[in-house]
């Protein structure tokens, strides 16, 4: 029988607390966690690897996390995008979501059931991740 | 202080010279012209601290004159009609073209004197009042923005601490009761403050209607019991319960946010002012196609001279001395962004009842029929 397979997620957050702070949340909920404090790094992270979930804050030295889940989007269309903004960023933050750079907001401070909600999410996503499916057969 | 430049347009050489030597001995400096069309041309418009301008100019005419001078200094250059046409209709031509005062000719120059000097007052008034109004203006955009970055800040060291002490809270092994209860208290003042911090945040970006309400349809009875899970043990506390009566499958298209936020702050408001042992009841139901949630306690009625006033910035319902509430006043303007109401009241068995009703169901007949089942 095959071991349940640990769903791959990518942090991006220039605050290394938050990374960590939602890093252990995810961990605990079977995710296996990578972090990136940039834009820049996260994408040569993805050079390397296929994600289930994407987490980037949206403001952050360099390029913006609206601008990076983009880009995401081109080269992980199955990823499950979900960016992280401050309240008063809100406003940017729902044009992004409605350009469809991202699926989900979260909002800094985040609600636990907000954050359980993207886990939810996130899981059912991964499940029905075609490429997540193709590695099980593989093992 | 610098003197006044009086603009004089008259095509009457003689009475340009008399009105110049005149102002000369009031102590004012002038520019004379003989039309509309070298007034204009002039850069003694820009300049000038007020205008008396005839209305029988050889082309434009001076009403003409006064209505263009408006629109290029506005307040910043009054006039001062002078005309041999004194009744009424004449007057009130002038005034209509924007004129700020109206002298008879022939001109008894005592008068155009003191007209002129009070004028320059008003002008001089007006402009302090426009300056200042300007400094508040900027000294309170720097304060919204200052604060607005704070809260920024804030969020994420609340964020990070909040999602650590949740995490601590659910999976730690903790050796005692005592132990467990520190966790979880630090706990819920970082949702409290998180509140505090969201409120702040969102009534400036309602004050500016940046916020819109974003109806969906939303489950009534789950998100009152949601919120009152939170607020039970702080109840608890003071031997109060917390009450929820709803049907459960009411619904209603309302933004979810901004109504748990608005629910969220009436129950902690009701649990501050209830009394011990007492209830506090949140309810939802459907009256005449509105959303209808009421957030009552069994605490003391809140005064009825200060019922029109708990819902402004800064308020409280208890003691005004104590200042630290925008809870209110967030649920105004979140009904608001509704197009709703919030009103309070008082009932025998919830003597300080709070009730919200928003416009916002999108079918009220199946809502209705859902609430009445």
């Known amino acids: ?139 | 202080m610098s003197t006044a430049l009086v603009l004089v347009v008259e095509d009457s050489e003689l009475l340009q010279r008399a009105i110049a030597c005149y102002l000369e001995t009031l102590g004012y400096d002038s520019a004379c012209v003989g039309s509309a069309e070298e007034a204009l041309a002039s850069d003694v418009v820009d300049r000038a601290d007020l205008a008396i301008v005839d209305v029988g100019l050889p082309q434009m005419s001076g009403i003409e004159l006064v209505g263009e001078l408006k629109r290029r200094r506005g307040d910043a250059l009054p006039t001062i009609v002078m005309s041999g046409r004194t009744d009424t209709e004449g007057r009130v031509e002038a005034f209509d073209a924007g004129t700020d005062d109206f002298v008879a000719k022939p001109v008894a120059f005592p008068e155009l004197g003191r007209r002129l000097a009070q004028m320059l007052r008003l002008r001089d008034a007006l402009l302090d009042a426009q300056a200042a109004r300007e400094r508040a203006e900027q000294a309170n955009l720097y304060a919204s923005e200052a604060a607005a970055l704070l809260a920024h800040d804030l969020a994420n060291g609340l964020a990070v601490s909040l999602c650590n002490l949740e995490f601590l809270a659910e999976f730690h092994a903790w050796s005692d009761d005592e132990e467990r209860d520190a966790c979880s208290s630090s706990v819920r003042a970082l949702r409290k403050m998180v509140a505090l911090v969201n409120n702040f945040v969102e009534i400036g970006q309602l004050e500016d209607a940046a916020v819109v309400a974003r109806p969906s349809r939303v489950g009534l009875s789950e998100l009152l019991e949601d919120v009152a899970g939170l607020h039970r043990h702080e109840a608890e506390i003071k031997k109060a319960r917390v009450e929820v009566s709803c049907a459960p499958d009411l619904e209603a298209e309302v933004d979810p946010v901004l109504v748990e936020r608005m629910v969220h702050n009436l129950v902690g408001n009701a649990i501050r002012y209830v009394n011990e042992g007492g209830a506090i009841r949140m309810a939802a139901e459907v009256r005449d196609g509105a959303l209808a949630i009421e957030v009552g306690n069994t605490g003391a009625p809140i005064p009825v001279e200060a019922r029109g006033r708990i819902f402004e910035k800064y308020i409280t319902s208890g003691d005004t001395r104590k200042r630290r509430g925008m809870g209110l006043y967030f649920c105004r303007l979140a009904c608001e962004a509704h197009g709703g109401t919030i009103s309070v009241d008082q009932r025998p068995d919830y003597p300080a009842l709070f009730t919200v009703e928003v416009p916002a169901v999108a079918n009220a007949s199946r809502f209705s029929a859902a609430a009445a089942g």
């Open chain 1, 1 to 139: 029988m095959n071991a349940p397979l640990r769903q791959r997620m990518l942090i991006v957050d220039d605050d290394a607390d938050v990374r960590r702070g939602l890093g252990r949340v995810f961990a605990r909920s079977e995710f296996s966690v990578i972090e990136a404090p940039d834009a820049e790094c996260a994408i040569r992270v993805l050079r390397g690897m296929e994600p289930h979930v994407v987490l980037s804050d949206f403001q952050m030295p360099g390029m913006d996390g609206i601008e990076f889940l983009a880009q995401v989007r081109l080269k992980h269309r199955k990823a499950l995008r979900v960016l992280l903004t401050g309240a008063r960023d809100v406003r940017v933050a729902a044009q992004a979501l409605n350009r469809g750079a991202a699926h989900r907001l979260l909002l800094k401070p985040w609600d636990r059931l907000d954050l359980l909600g993207i886990i939810r999410l996130a899981q059912r996503c991964s499940n029905e991740h075609p490429t997540a499916r193709s590695l099980e057969l593989v093992r």
